[in-house]
Nanobody, 125 residues
């Protein structure tokens, strides 16, 4: 499984961005998906996760109410992260990842098996 993240960029505080992550292969519907971020000098953290079915989601407390994770199956094989009301502290490299060992919206980073290359989000104040 290969993942390709896109959609990062520079945005002012209060603005919005939508990240996309496309996956190769025909196993997308069997994978739980997640978005993670890593700010300079900090540990990578889980931002949001969505279950294999798309029926369940989870979010880090820091992004609840501002970010929304979603997925499109049916050959589009894409997971999105809609980010609204962005803050300077959201600045980070954002990564998408896929988990094959679980069907739930897991926030556990160690359960993710496949990782994309990351896309940089910079929020200016």
């Amino acid at each position: 499984v290969q993942l390709q993240a896109s959609g990062g960029g520079l945005v002012q505080a209060g603005g919005s961005l939508r990240l996309s992550c496309t996956t190769s292969g025909r196993t997308f519907s069997r994978l739980s998906m997640g978005w993670f971020r890593q700010a300079l000098g900090k540990e990578r953290e889980t931002v949001a996760a969505i279950s294999k079915s798309g029926g369940s989601t989870n979010y880090a407390d820091s992004v609840k109410g501002r970010f929304t994770i979603s997925r499109e199956d049916n050959a589009k094989n894409t997971v999105f992260l809609q980010m609204n009301t962005l803050k300077p502290e959201d600045t980070a490299v954002y990564y998408c990842a896929a988990a094959r060992r679980t069907h739930v919206a897991t926030m556990r980073r160690d359960l993710y098996d496949y990782w994309g290359q990351g896309t940089l989000v910079t929020v200016s104040s």
